[in-house]
């Protein structure tokens, strides 16, 4: 994929892979204002521009900017397919190759499936196999060994599970117990919270909330992933843009965006005994602060947004049985 760029020199290559994630940086805000009903006009991509310009300070895309990393652009895919599920019959394409390239986008099938959008499920996977045969006909050895079991093991990615940039679930539990947690341990609560999750994430897409919606799902898939450096969750720019526009109808929603943005700001700190600062909070020293809050900061935010969600939903489900109101069904 990455093969033309090395037709470039090191200095082009970089400017351009950069001014690449800015421009997919700017069309995620806009595809997710439109998952949220508004018509794209030129007020609207300037706000969107803004917008991403004010996200490059958290801490998930600068990570992505500054390690030149395709989470923006795998992401701004399946946002395109979430746009497009009950219109376009493209739609699924895009998490398919976004699949191709990263095995995680893989879990939006199960999103789609819970949706009963089966046409876009189906896309994605024939695409993603589509893009399994490209590679074994391009690249047969390299292929073979990646998936005769290279792509299970999830050192490859990092070496030390417990690393606070590893902000999985996994390495939550790295941290906790030790190094090696017991994988029934993962595999449970994972499943556990992927449950969880695409439950929410249906009653969101029932109740009219498809940004929120596919916003969880991608959060969640963060969390469950094996290893996830914190520029995998850059699923909080969706959510970002959630909390603004929630703010544009109640001056208190402002709270919401304001503190995600203290909390998952780049913010450095300088330790005496290193020349370079260590950035994001996850990083700070924990004199004052509990070493298990600091280090799994991103897994505590995703814990509160799902506790959150399940209260509503919860209230929401109990007020329409009161009322004897039918529950709405998904969009096929």
Known sequence: ????????????????????????????????WRLLGYRVDRALVGVSVLMALGCVFVEPVRTTLFFGQINLI????????????????????????????????????????????????????????????????????????????????????????????????RGMLARLLDDEPPVWLWLAL???IGVASLTLAVWLHRTGERLLSVTVVGLSSAVVSPFSWTHHWVWV????????????????????????????????????????PRIGFYLFPYTHVPEVLLRNAYLW??????????????????????????PVRAEE
Not at 79 to 87: E, F, H, I, K
Not at 92 to 113: H, N
Not at 241 to 259: K, S
Not at 317 to 326: F, I, N
Request: include cysteine.
């Open 237 to 276: 720019v969706p959510l970002m843009v959630w909390f603004v526009h929630r703010a544009l109808t109640c001056w208190r929603w402002w709270l919401a965006p304001a503190a995600l943005f203290v909390a998952l700001g780049a913010w450095p700190f300088w330790f005496r005994n290193l020349a370079d």
């Open 1 to 32: 994929m990455f093969a033309p760029l090395e037709l470039l020199p090191a200095e082009p290559d970089r400017h351009i892979w950069l001014a690449l994630n800015l421009a997919v940086l700017i069309a995620v805000v806009v595809q997710s």
């Open 190 to 192: 994972a499943v556990l």
């Open 301 to 326: 935010l995703f814990a509160v947004l799902l506790i959150w969600l399940g209260v509503r939903a919860a209230r929401s489900v109990a007020g329409a049985k009161a009322a004897g109101e039918e």
């Open 74 to 169: 795998l992401m701004l895919l399946i946002l395109s397919d979430t746009v497009g599920a009950t219109r376009s019959r493209l739609a699924g394409i895009g998490t398919g190759l976004a699949a191709g390239i990263k095995l995680t986008p893989l879990y939006f099938v199960l999103y789609f499936l819970t949706l009963r959008q089966r046409r876009v499920a189906v896309t994605a996977v024939a695409v993603f196999a589509a893009t399994v045969v490209v590679g074994l006909i391009l690249l047969p050895r390299d292929s073979l060994t990646y998936w005769a079991g290279t792509f299970l093991r999830s050192e490859r990615i990092g070496d030390r599970l417990g690393h606070p940039s590893n902000q999985s679930l």
